[in-house]
């Protein structure tokens, strides 16, 4: 099995572009979560979905944040416009019913916003 | 609410040295625990996991962790740490209702040095 596969793994933006970050959960997971990694806050779930339907995106900063999961192989998290204070690793990670909840990781995306 | 507190940011501990790493949850119901290791520039990687049954679970890397219910903890052991276990812990805890979704603690910084 391949893991998450998560892309680009680095990203460098000017503030006020639009950013584009890419999830593959794992196949056969029906649950994906995205979170943000940074020194201050440490690890923060954005939003999670079961069954491609969003669940919880209460972990969504503001409405510059969006995701979608179009359907069970992929998930999209972007900004739009980007800020400085977005820069941080962003992970996706995936899991499955009856898994009792043990989520896989991706690497990451490094993103860097100047 | 679920919370998960992680009682040291840093743990710095010579080689060949036991080591704990702390960690307490509040919750009402039944729950599952984690802990995941984070290794420098990669994403997080389970290290072991409480279900249910036996209180002493043993993962990889020879890390074990016990399960105190009155207690509320689920402290990380290693008898004997290397130079590679340095790395980022997290505790994490997942109710079994919450369709996947986990609660993370705030990390603990382990350093072992020669």
């Known amino acids: 099995d391949a893991g998450v596969i998560q892309s680009p793994r680095h990203e460098v933006t000017e503030m006020g572009q639009e950013v584009t970050l890419r999830c593959k959960p794992i196949?056969?997971?029906?649950?994906l979560f995205w979170y943000r990694q940074t020194m201050m806050r440490g690890l923060e779930l954005l939003i999670y979905?079961?069954?491609?339907?969003?669940?919880?995106d209460s972990g969504m900063p503001e409405d510059r944040f969006s995701a979608k999961m179009p359907n069970a192989s992929f998930s999209t998290l972007k900004i739009q416009p980007s800020e400085p204070r977005d820069s941080a690793v962003y992970f996706c990670?995936?899991?499955?019913?009856?898994?009792?909840?043990?989520?896989?990781f991706g690497p990451g995306t490094r993103l860097t916003v100047l | 609410a679920q919370s998960v507190t992680q009682l040291d940011s840093q743990v710095p501990v010579f080689e060949e040295a036991p080591v704990e790493l702390r960690c307490n949850y509040s919750?009402?119901?039944?729950?599952?625990l984690f802990w995941y290791v984070q290794y420098p520039n990669q994403g997080l990687q389970l290290l072991l996991k409480?279900?249910?049954?036996?209180?002493l679970v043993k993962g990889i890397n020879g890390f074990e962790a016990e399960f105190n219910k009155s207690q509320t903890s689920f402290h990380l052991r290693k008898p004997s740490v290397h130079i590679s276990d340095t790395a980022e812990y997290f505790c994490?805890?997942?109710?079994?209702?919450?369709?996947?979704?986990?609660?993370f603690g705030q990390g603990t910084e382990l350093s072992v040095k020669p």
């Open positions: 990670a995936s899991t499955r019913s009856g898994s009792y909840n043990e989520q896989f």
């Open positions: 196949s056969g997971h029906n649950s």
């Open positions: 979905f079961n069954n491609n339907v969003p669940i919880d």
């Open positions: 919750s009402s119901v039944s729950v599952y």
């Open positions: 409480y279900l249910s049954g036996s209180t």
């Open positions: 994490a805890v997942s109710e079994n209702n919450q369709g996947g979704k986990l609660i």
